[in-house]
């Protein structure tokens, strides 16, 4: 069946360092992938998308790399400030259509120290 | 902060009572999605409608079911509700057709607890 992991524990880094976050997926070849960002007790709000021919992509300190040999995407936030703390989603959608329909990983929770 | 608006924003039913959730969509989409999530988990694919018609379910029984209306809005049903029903119930909207950009916009969410 298909199935998308990211890092289960929290990731805890200091301000200025870089962030990585690793999604991992099995089963699937996805359209395309995107992240989502995640305040407790909001609801997601999107960040990037990365289609299936795209290796990399970058949206200010955000950047999001995408192998499909691997079947793995990296999200990385770089010069970290404690206002990045929270939890990131990766998302995939595969095929045509239902453009709603995407499958969440569980989420990664970053925290950043001052 | 989206367009996409849900109410109520919490809620307390009890094991086997009726729940209704309403959204409403952000202007000029024309699809809405609706997910469940969990305490520390992602959120899961409820169902979609397009046109005011399922057109894509997740792995959820019959007693979960729903409406969208021609302005776009959309309600979410659950009946008979059991305790795992306990979570927060994410609507999202987006624009299927041309120029689809795939990316989803959240309300806040509608945070069920059921006793």
């Known amino acids: 069946s298909q199935k998308i992991e990211q890092n289960s524990e929290a990731l805890n880094i200091q301000e200025g360092k870089t962030a990585t976050l690793t999604c991992n997926y099995t089963n699937y070849s996805p359209a395309y992938l995107q992240w989502y960002r995640q305040d407790p007790g909001r609801g997601p709000v999107f960040l990037l998308l990365i289609r299936e021919n795209e290796k990399e992509k970058r949206k200010e300190r955000l950047k999001v790399t995408f192998d499909t040999t691997l079947k793995q995407s990296l999200f990385h936030i770089t010069a970290s400030q404690p206002a990045d703390s929270a939890t990131y989603l990766c998302a995939l959608k595969g095929g045509s259509g239902n453009t709603g329909k995407l499958i969440f990983g569980q989420g990664t929770t970053l925290q950043v120290k001052p | 902060e989206t367009g996409v608006t849900q109410s109520p924003t919490h809620l307390i039913k009890t094991r086997g009572q009726q729940v209704t959730l309403r959204c409403s969509s952000q202007s000029g989409h024309n699809t809405v999605s609706w997910y469940q999530q969990a305490l520390g988990q992602g959120p899961q694919f409820i169902f979609q409608?397009?046109?005011?018609?399922?057109?894509g379910r997740g792995n959820f029984p019959p007693r979960f079911s729903g409406l969208q209306f021609p302005n776009y809005s959309s309600e979410l049903n659950v009946n008979a509700l059991e305790l795992d029903d306990s979570a927060l119930y994410l609507c999202?909207?987006?624009?299927?057709?041309?120029?689809?950009?795939?990316?989803?916009?959240f309300g806040e969410g509608s945070r069920l607890t059921v006793l």
């Open positions: 409608y397009y046109r005011e018609e399922e057109n």
């Open positions: 999202a909207s987006s624009w299927e057709g041309l120029l689809n950009t795939g990316e989803l916009f």
